[in-house]
């Protein structure tokens, strides 16, 4: 089942984080929105598959197999980078990658990211336990405001959690940029009739009130 977003009318925000936290909207979150001229963001929902167990050669037992991750892929020629006041300047490959380019510190990670709550800490929060790949999140607003001004349209809002990149490539004097992995989900989060509270890609801002919701998996 694959899903596509038009990126010409929609704010995407790049989110990390600079050290590591259960909470699912840490205090150390840093963040970027990128507006594109042009492009798609490209979604395929793996539905686990159905499995038949014949018997002796007969059609007999059914089950579902293993689930699988969210394809996201997204590319374009992007036009505008907001970032908070104040905030380091990461690039989107940083941004998706997790380290910082330096004259001497080459793929260093410097952004401790946004990972799965449950395979780093105990069941508790308490402890960290494990250290499992970097993983950013991505989050999509499809702002009708954004054309049409402070006229009370609603948009749309996707959340696309822990997405690990395998693939970035950029065209620095094009502006162009193609980034493709997974997003370690069934599915992702959307918001409807949403009213972000910005008209200007200048004041655009990821959502926080109310919160999105935790991944159903974390145990605390």
């Known amino acids: ?104 510190n080459h793929q260093t990670y410097q952004l401790a990211g946004i990972r799965e709550p449950w395979l780093v800490y105990d069941s508790t929060g308490a402890t960290q336990i494990a250290c499992p790949p970097y993983a950013c999140e991505i989050e999509c607003h499809n702002n009708p405001q954004l054309q049409c001004g402070d006229i009370g349209i609603l948009g749309e809002a996707h959340l696309f959690r822990y997405f690990r990149a395998d693939s970035v490539a950029v065209d620095t004097r094009a502006g162009q940029i193609s980034v493709s992995g997974k997003s370690h989900i069934i599915i992702p989060m959307i918001r409807r009739e949403v009213d972000f509270g910005y008209t200007t890609i200048a004041d655009a801002v990821p959502i926080t009130i109310p919160a999105w919701e935790k991944d159903p998996r974390v145990p605390f």
């Open 1 to 104: 089942m694959a899903s596509r977003i038009d990126m010409k009318n929609v704010v995407m925000f790049l989110k990390s984080a600079t050290d590591l936290e259960p909470d699912p909207n840490p205090v150390s979150m840093v963040w970027m929105a990128v507006q594109f001229g042009e492009g798609n963001l490209t979604w395929t929902i793996n539905d686990a598959p159905v499995e038949y167990m014949p018997d002796r050669g007969l059609l007999d037992d059914v089950r579902t197999g293993d689930q699988a991750p969210v394809d996201l892929s997204f590319e374009g020629k992007y036009t505008r980078i907001i970032r908070p006041v104040g905030t380091d300047p990461y690039s989107i490959v940083e941004m998706v990658k997790g380290y910082e380019f330096q004259e001497t």
